[in-house]
């Protein structure tokens, strides 16, 4: 998948804090920022960074379609491209307050579904617990085939509000990295 060209992550860092990351050079858990990235700068250990983080872009980045008012630091929302192949896509949400039941969420919501994709969205817990992911494919296919954009905001609201039953679970990752030790080998 190409990258729109110009579109930069600039100061948005949300994989960064979201992504739970365990490969042998990096682990860190969901939901925390990551010990090499600063706050609006990024990563600080790019040249080493891991291939699950240099390989992986948001939907923002390679769609044009999305304005810039998409990018996920601006909307709170993270798109995630999980198999575009297979017509998967996650919606992470990483603040709800922002942007999760406005129209303009309902009419990207609605833009995938309509296209056949898989949608689900993903609510962050509390820092180091798994997401909670809920597949809206099937309550999606009637408000989306009537174009009822209140249908489709009812059943984003209807998904936030389940969350009270959900049951959080550890990631059981803690933070740990080499990276740094990578950084310093490569320079010398």
Known sequence: ????????CGGC????RFIAIDTDGLQKPSNVLCTHCSEGVGCEVYSVRPSVCSGWHCLWRS???????????ISGIVIRPDDIDRNDVTFTIIDPLKR????????VIGMFAQAGY???????????QLPATLDLTSQLKNPVQQRHLNGVLTVLA???D???????????????????????SVET
């Open 100 to 107: 999760y039941l406005s129209e303009g969420f309902a009419q």
């Open 63 to 73: 769609m044009p379609q999305l304005s810039d008012d998409w990018r996920p630091d």
């Open 158 to 160: 209807n998904a936030r």
């Open 13 to 16: 860092v949300e994989c960064c």
């Open 118 to 128: 898989s949608v689900r969205v993903q609510f962050m817990g509390l820092p180091g």
């Open 162 to 184: 389940g969350l009270s039953a959900f049951s959080w679970r550890s990631d059981g990752l803690g933070m740990r990295s080499d990276l740094l030790a990578r950084s310093n």
């Open 1 to 8: 998948m190409s990258l729109v060209e110009g579109r930069v």
